[in-house]
Each structure stands twice: as C-alpha cells, then as structure tokens.
C-alpha cells in the first residue's frame, strides 16, 4: 500500500471535489477507486482513528483468525494501529521517504499506485513493477511473488 497520492489528488479526494484535470487514464483510475474507497471502505481505518485499542484482543488471545496470528505472535497489534491514529487517515498522502524504494502494485491492494504518482512520491525510486495476483496482505497471499520483488528491489543497490 504505497503512498503516492499527490497533494491535488488527496484535496479533491477529501473535499470532494472533482477530480484534478490532466490526469491520465490509469491515474482516473486511481483516483476512481480511492473515492470509492472513502466513501465506502474506511470503517476499519475510522474505528482505528478512535479507538486504537479496540485491537487489545488480539494482543491477549491465541485463539486468533490465521491472517492476524503474526500480530499476537509479535504483540503488535495495538501499535500497528497506531497508523490510523497518527495519519488522520491520510496514509495515503506523500509521506518525503528520501531512501531508495521499490513499489509493487498487487492487482487487489486498495489502490494500484500508477507508476507516475510512485515516481513523483519517491524521488529515490529504484523499483516500479505491477503483478497479477495478490492485494493488500502480500506477504501472507503471495510470498514468493514478494519475495521475488523484494530481490528485484534490493539487487539494484548491491
């Protein structure tokens, strides 16, 4: 979920209006998707946003959904809650990361981050790359395909 979200795109997006001009079409396409995201898909981000507690359970119970397990494993829970507290639910936005990045766009991520925004978000962009199938928890849908890009990322920098 990289956050390549340009200034003007995230205004209109939170302001509701219409979206900047001079965007391409993978970009209209972005932008289409994350308006449909905020209007309908952030339940879990607000509860986050108000409540980051509301996580103590999986932070206290082994009897846990398989795909949340790593997070009472590692007593992570609440504190990877704290992304929806500490962003206002702008974790989309530019976040300035000025080392190098790789970004792979997973077909079923929230948004797929057209490679102009991720190379304007990264300045040190070393690795770009689309993939045809996986989405939001990569690591737990599709690890090889992610261990495959985080190779391809840092083999540039050996």
């Known amino acids: 979920m990289p956050a390549t979200v340009p200034p003007d795109v995230s205004k209109a997006l939170a ?7 001079g965007l391409s079409d993978e970009e ?4 289409e998707i994350l ?12 509860e986050m946003a108000n409540r980051p507690q509301t996580l103590y359970g999986i932070a206290d119970s082994p009897d846990v959904l398989d795909n949340v397990t790593h997070y009472w494993l590692t007593n992570t829970g609440i504190s990877s809650a704290r ?13 300035g990361v000025e080392i190098p990045v790789g970004v792979t766009v997973f077909p079923d991520e929230l948004y797929p981050a057209p490679p102009s925004w991720a190379e304007r978000a990264y300045p040190k962009l070393i690795h770009y790359n689309r993939v045809t199938e996986g989405g939001h928890f990569a690591a737990w849908e599709q690890p090889e395909i992610l261990s495959a890009e985080l190779r391809a990322t840092f083999r540039v920098l050996r």
């Open 15 to 21: 302001s509701g209006d219409p979206e900047p001009s």
């Open 28 to 31: 209209k396409n972005a932008y």
């Open 35 to 46: 308006k449909d995201f905020f209007a309908t898909g952030v339940g879990y981000a607000n």
């Open 83 to 95: 992304l929806y507290w500490e962003s206002h639910l702008a974790f989309f936005d530019l976040k």
